[in-house]
């Protein structure tokens, strides 16, 4: 996949700064399904809590106003119903036709309705950035085991720190 992501940012061309204009930021399509499906398998806010602000029944429960409830994004992500074989890394789950089969609230690592992170399209800006200016310079390398055991409270993070190599190209 870094390969693919590096012949979509190459393809866009870097100008003189080495930096890809700001204009192209938004055609890195693949970059951004790749994004998305990195947050899926691990967001960075596993449950977002939530107050019900009226009563309500839910599976065969009276959950009364003002109770403490919670949307587990880390469970919704890997739901089978909403994602088949959901361990599996596939940015192809993102490509405009998937997203519309899929119900609105079954990828939510920002939230979402009228809670959703106003960080969202910052963040996905920011990633744009990093790797086009990263995948343009580096080839990143880890050992095979990296990053297998998760932390997943209060953020996920991986126990081993994922050590990381930049192996310049050539």
């Known amino acids: 996949m870094q390969e693919k992501l590096r012949a979509e940012i190459a393809e866009l061309g870097m100008n003189a700064e080495g930096a890809l204009p700001y204009s192209q930021l938004d055609r890195l399509e693949l970059t951004d399904m790749a994004f998305k499906e990195a947050l899926r398998l691990i967001p960075p806010v596993p449950s977002l809590p939530r107050r019900a602000i009226k009563p309500f029944d839910f599976g065969g429960y009276h959950i009364p106003a003002g109770t403490t409830v919670s949307v587990s994004v880390a469970y919704t992500h890997t739901m089978p119903e909403l994602w088949p074989d959901p361990q599996r890394f596939d940015p192809l789950r993102f490509t405009p036709e998937a997203v ?44 095979a085991d990296a990053g297998a055991q998760w932390q997943a409270w209060p953020i996920p993070r991986p126990k081993d720190g994922l050590p990381l190599r930049f192996v310049p190209l050539a």
């Not at 939510?108 to 969202?120: E, I, K, R, S």
């Not at 920011?126 to 200016?133: G, V």
Request: hydrophobic share 50%.
């Open 100 to 143: 519309r089969a899929r119900h609105k609230y079954a990828w939510v690592p920002f939230g979402g309705g009228a809670h959703m992170c106003l960080g969202l399209h910052f963040a996905t800006m920011q990633i744009r950035i990093l790797l086009a200016q990263l995948l343009s310079r580096y080839r990143i390398e880890l050992d």
